[in-house]
């Protein structure tokens, strides 16, 4: 439950706000952004929720603009937060882009769309493609039509009725991110499949859809024996259009989809996987006045996958110069803005291993210790505020790529039946599989 | 998707003048049919009211003449108006309520509810009075999109006039809605009988299994918000039996798959609440198995929605350890997480360390001391220091860490170091020794006055072990007087306990010490505490001895947990900012609703409260770990009144006090442990202590969260894990890395 709601410039001057209860005096945002460059000088980042003088302020900021709530309860947060998320994505889908100069652009539309999303503090309909039906420019010239769709109550009220299309089609795309912590020494600290399955559904009227996987609990549950690799999910989370209880009983995954574009699950796997390109680092440093890094990536895949758009992006210190490179695939290049240098791989295929040499000179005599602007950097680094991610903060090679035609958890769809009893169409559903590096991070070894 | 792409409205924010609008709304002539003029003018308006030009309250009447005009876009324009300036002018605003009397029978559902939701928002005598009727009834209105609307509309009258609401029958009407045939009508009427609830003593809301088991039932059907709502509500049902919670918990535990995270963490709420009504132990590992992939997945989510999971698992770490047992690396920290991420990561690797993953840990925590932001490195320097202290059989590997993070020279980390290598050697005495060596190569850069006193005190301690002690004491009295009064203390003990182990080599300090102590010094901490010095010592150097070189009580890095009845209580507000903040509810809202667990006959009692009773808690107590500037330090804090505990129960709690207070305490306490055999002592120590414990009432950080200094009362702790630089409204803004006396992160 919110007090208030704000769009405020970085500079913290409120652009809009909604008040919708009356019991927060406004004049407490000014309050925020002193707060805010307070905490900012005691820390690098200030948490979503802080409070001062019983007022409590919940905030999130996206491109150049944050949004506010401020509550006196001790409201459920996660529920506040995520509404002020659901405005950056309402406000997208209306706008474009959310920035500060689209407030002023739709303040009118903006504030229709504040009392519509949100009651005495309490989110109503946050699904844009509902909120659109009712809540448009041109629906004023057509006053009579402006009704509130059915959605808005209904059991299902994510889809609105009488959906047509001439061709009737279903696009899936099943993309996993891995995301790694490798240890200096090359141990896997971590390691994650994050999966989605994403679709573009192009459908008429009210279908009945039925997605089967080869989830392994799934053919448990049903006694079913399969040939070919089922995979575990460790933890599935489902658009709120499929039926959790039917899936809870026999993980069946049954729904009447949204129109257009959306996310229909995304699934967490725990399992132990290797590096899919494994990068290995050696760090020399040559009395101070010259660091040398040789590194190493092996495509730790089938032969017959590829890798695109590898970059494996090498932290070096901030003040190196003079970087040459050697490389026998690629180009390599040195980007002093991010204190790194970048090595791009177009293609790099399964089984692949590539090498390559760096050698940047250091302006100055310095310790054994410094490079990757690690830990001396520190001195009081952060005290003002500067401990941005990325710059001086002791950062780890970073590797990027996309393999497509690939799971990395070997998710596959078995199925996806489609019925529309009244209409009975046919319909043609396709599937497309990737990976993606995630968040892959290994950590710098020590210079020797 | 056609919606109003391109906008360009901002061309229309310019200060206007009231004459001119006036003019502008007004000018429409006959042949502008839609209105075009007069939605140009509402706009610059509106566009002025949003820059707050209050002068915009001028044109009240020529908007209420707006308001009739039959057009959606006008008449939102104009409500906003209402709403926004109706306060201002009551009088003409009241000429509204014709209109909006007027659309509430309007054919179209979308007015009806528009005209009620504008005019329930207006707090004005009028407008309330006139909405009570309508209000009745929109409730039984043929669509559910004004139902539901009417449905908040009630909770809205209650707030603007709590008497009239109760007076009438509004509260009964609204709970006839929950057998509406709508999810989202009941899911409406439940969030709005919600926050009536909250802030009425008056009503009660009981709800049934069979009330619980509608609810329930409609879940899968209601909008993720209303969801949420239901879930909330049903924090009010009370099981009567253990199946009844079982089969609940059972079904609700689909929404766990829900996409909404607070849908899913309210869920979560949810279940650990039922968890206390069910008696099978094997049911609720099942239960607690499913909790855990869904708590960390969302730790994949966005840094707000991390930082509200890992708030919550210290929560569920301490009350249900089983739901993440499982796997510690999951929180290990990404290079680029925010600050209060790592820091939150960093005390559930603290707590979920043990001696099977220790090595894993400290492998960990070293490369976190080596990272750029200043109070991370400590914390992480901190927590090493900690678990030497809890795992035992890891001592030595982390005290080696320690020394390696030392030798680095960094100064914060140098600091720290000494810090909790001082709580080591407490924790482990004559062991250890052999590093202060190593220590006292860096007693240059210690600058901090924690890290002095600290120093200090393994100087004092081990006086007759170091050779040049007294050197290194001398060293540091040199600047006695310019020194904080923490440091002025620890040096005054140290001289002390120099002069008791080697007396030849502290005659000539002590006289010069406790004379500044005395008669140089405007504070009473030290000035009270030299003069008993100066008396036992003028004594009986043997007693003298015994009291201050007495057996210390051991400490333990295990009090990081909250009281039993604040955990309690903050498990029934997963997912609420209490949990954020980690306090106790009414410490940061004072008018909540107090809440803990109902009684019924199958409450299971937690093993906490057993625990209780049988030690009869002496206070619920805590402690943050990783302070920022405290340290535990030999005294025990528990005490009540003025008198000490006696030893038996003294013996695992770590002090939260400043470390001055805590300082000056310890040789008192030292000296009950040794029990008194000499009367006069103790009568002398007995008052002594009396004054320090009035002395640290007014010492408490004072008026730290919106006011409620109150709260703090002595031997009220508890767990204050979010370190005050979060938390604006706090003193301990001044100055990180423990420079900042009294007012840390603990707020006992």
Known sequence: MASAIFFLDLKGKTLLARNYRGDIPMSAVEKFPILLSEAEEESSAVPPCFSHEGINYLYIRHNNLYLLALTKRNTNAAEILLFLHKIVEVFTEYFKALEEESIRDNFVIIYELLDEMMDFGYPQTTESKILQEYITQESHKLEIQARPPIAVTNAVSWRSEGIRYRKNEVFLDVIESLNLLVSANGNVLRSEI?????????????????????????????????????????????????????????????????????????????????????????????????????????????????ANNVEIIVPVPDDADTPRFRTNVGSVHYAPEKSAIVWKIKQFGGGKEFLMRAELGLPSVRGDDEHGGGMTGGFGGSMGGVGAPGKGAKRPIQVKFEIPYFTTSGIQVRYLKITEPKLQYPSLPWVRYITQSGDIAVRLPDAV | MSAAQGGGDSKLFARGKVAELRLELNSGSKKDKNFTQKKIALKKIVANMTMSNNDMVGLFPDIVACMAIQSLEIKKMCFLYLVNYARMKPDIAVKAIPVLEHDMEDPNPLVRALALRTMSYIHVREFVEATV????????????????????????????????????????????????????????????????WERSDAIKLTIDYSNASKMVAILADCSEWGQTYILEALMSYVPQESGEALLLAERIAPRLSHSNSSVVLTCIRVILYLMNYISDQKQISALCRKLSPPLVTLLAKGPEVQYLALRNALLILQRRPEVLRNDIRVFFCKYNDPIYVKVTKLELIFMLANEKNIDEVLTELREYATEIDVHFVRKAVRAIGKLAIKIEPAAKRCINLLLELVSTKVTYIVQEATVVIRNIFRKYPNQYESIIGTLCEHLDSLDEPEAKAAMVWVIGQYASRIENSDALLEDFLYSFAEE????????????????????????????????????????????DRAYMYWRLLSTDMESAKRIVMGEKPAITAESERLDPVTLEEMCLNVGTLATVYLKPVQTVFRNARPRKLPDSPCLQRPDYLDYATAHQLPNPKSLSQFGQGHQPSDFDPRVPGSRPAPPSSANNTQSQQGGNLAQAVHDADAYFTQQANQQAAVNDADAYFAQQMRQMQIQQPGDSFGGDAGHYGYGQGYVVSQSSAYQPGMGGMNGMGGMNGAQGDLLL
């Open chain 2, 133 to 196: 009727p309508l209000v009745k009834h929109l409730l039984r209105d043929i669509d559910p999109y004004v139902r539901k609307t009417a449905a908040f509309c009630v909770a809205k009258l209650y707030d603007h006039d709590r008497h009239m609401v109760e007076a009438s029958d509004l509260i009964d009407r609204l709970n006839n809605l929950l057998r509406d045939d709508n999810p989202t009508v009941v899911a409406s009427a439940l969030a709005s009988l919600m926050d009536i």
């Open chain 1, 194 to 306: 994050l999966g989605a399955i994403k679709m573009k559904c192009y459908l008429s009227g009210m279908p009945e859809l039925r997605l089967g996987l080869n989830d392994k609990v799934m053919f448990e549950t049903t006694g079913r024996t399969t040939r070919g690799k089922a995979i575990e999910m460790e933890d599935v989370k489902f658009h709120q259009c499929v039926r959790l209880s039917r899936f809870e009983n026999d993980r069946t995954i049954s729904f009447i989809p949204p129109d257009g574009e959306f996310e229909l699950m995304s699934y967490r796997l725990n399992t132990q996987v290797k590096p899919l390109i494994w990068v290995e680092c050696v760090v020399e440093s040559h009395s101070g006045s010259r660091i040398e890094y040789m590194l190493k990536a092996r495509a730790q895949f089938k032969r017959r996958s590829t």
């Open chain 2, 484 to 527: 904080p009064v923490e440091v002025q203390l620890a040096l005054l003990t140290a001289t002390v306990k120099l002069f008791i182990q080697r007396p030849t080599k502290g005659q000539d300090l002590v006289p010069r010490v406790l004379k500044w102590a005395t008669e140089e010094t405007d504070n009473p901490d030290l000035r």
